[in-house]
T-cell receptor, first 114, second 113 residues
Framework: EPEVTQTPSHQVTQMGQEVILRCVPI?????FYWYRQILGQKVEFLVS????????KSEIFDDQFSVERPDGSNFTLKIRSTKLEDSAMYFC????????????FGPGTRLTVL | AQSVTQPDIHITVSEGASLELRCNYS??????LFWYVQSPGQGLQLLLK??????LVQGIKGFEAEFKRSQSSFNLRKPSVHWSDAAEYFC???????????FGGGTRLMVKP
């Protein structure tokens, strides 16, 4: 069964450093998403992406964040200058369509900012 | 703004017992509702979803959920729990644009032998 994959599984970085989290969505999917879950808190929507542009973003997704689909398979989340409060599990998801189509989630990348 | 509340943070049931996990949502229009399960070290796996039609929806692993508009609820049920059902369960509501899911805080299910 096709699945969403994410690398790395765990990333440790120093505050102020840039990080790139990588995701490979399911191959025929057209919609891509990032969510995050701070330890002990809810899963929160960050951004959705379709047709090479952001279709929706939350208040969390400020200028420090960016997303890109650099080639036909990868979908990345970049955090320009990490802060302690960026420490969280980051989930990538993809869906074939929108609205009624299921979002399939990857296993997550745990980001630890020291 | 849409929101989801899962009143029970932890639930413990005995193997073979029935299960009901509560979910209440707040959304102005017709909601798109989902239940996901997360096992340790795994991503979120969809159990079932509701968009329209029959208010009782069947999902994978023997789960079902009932949409009750009058109570703004979408409770998840299973008649007989297995030890492998121990996990964290998340209820979510989707917006009309289909771009984002809003999740509840999750309910951690523990299963006693």
């Amino acid at each position: 069964e096709p699945e969403v994959t994410q690398t790395p599984s765990h990333q440790v970085t120093q505050m102020g450093q840039e990080v790139i989290l990588r995701c490979v969505p399911i191959s025929n999917h057209l919609y891509f998403y990032w969510y995050r879950q701070i330890l002990g808190q809810k899963v929160e929507f960050l951004v959705s992406f379709y047709n090479n542009e952001i279709s929706e973003k939350s208040e969390i997704f400020d200028d420090q964040f960016s997303v890109e689909r650099p080639d036909g398979s990868n979908f990345t989340l970049k955090i320009r200058s990490t802060k302690l409060e960026d420490s969280a599990m980051y989930f990538c998801a993809s869906s074939e369509g929108y609205l009624t189509d299921t979002q399939y989630f990857g296993p997550g990348t745990r980001l630890t900012v020291l | 703004a849409q929101s989801v509340t899962q009143p029970d943070i932890h639930i413990t049931v005995s193997e073979g017992a029935s299960l009901e996990l509560r979910c209440n949502y707040s959304y102005g229009a017709t909601p798109y509702l989902f239940w996901y399960v997360q096992s340790p070290g795994q991503g979120l796996q969809l159990l079932l979803k509701y968009f329209s039609g029959d208010t009782l929806v069947q999902g994978i692993k023997g789960f079902e959920a009932e949409f009750k508009r009058s109570q703004s609820s979408f409770n998840l049920r299973k008649p007989s729990v297995h030890w492998s059902d121990a996990a964290e369960y998340f209820c979510a509501v989707g917006n009309n644009a289909g771009n984002m899911l809003t999740f509840g805080g999750g309910t951690r299910l523990m299963v006693k032998p």
